[in-house]
């Protein structure tokens, strides 16, 4: 019988801040949202089995939302927070660059120059025009 995933994580509750839009009165508001991190374990759990270990290799940290809705601070309705914000995996959070570094490494990548392929130095079998093998 194969574990539970819930067997190879830590959870730990936490809350993390989010910006939703309201679909009734579409203002967008700060939120605090429930959270639990699962950290994976240092090892398997006991009576793991082949499949157990595959699995445990595959898993990474994350978070998962426990709320599924927001109470709207400016019209006072309850909301569904969009779904495909329910799972976030901790190295997507933490590992990351931010943006600007991106930039940067990008417009660095740019302002080099390719290196230009200069044909003098081939050798001449390469430059001289080519020819049919019978000549
Ligand atoms: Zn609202």
Redesign the pocket.
Known sequence: MSLDERAFFTEKPEQRPGRFT?P??R?ANDYTVRWVRRTKKDRLPGGAGDADRARFAKLRDHLLRLDDEVV?K??G?K?EIPSHHSLLFVDQLEGLPKDEDLDAEIAAAESQPAPATDRSKLPARFTRPSRGWKG
Do not use: E, S, V
């Open positions: 309201c009734r009165c203002r709207c400016t019209c309705k909301f």
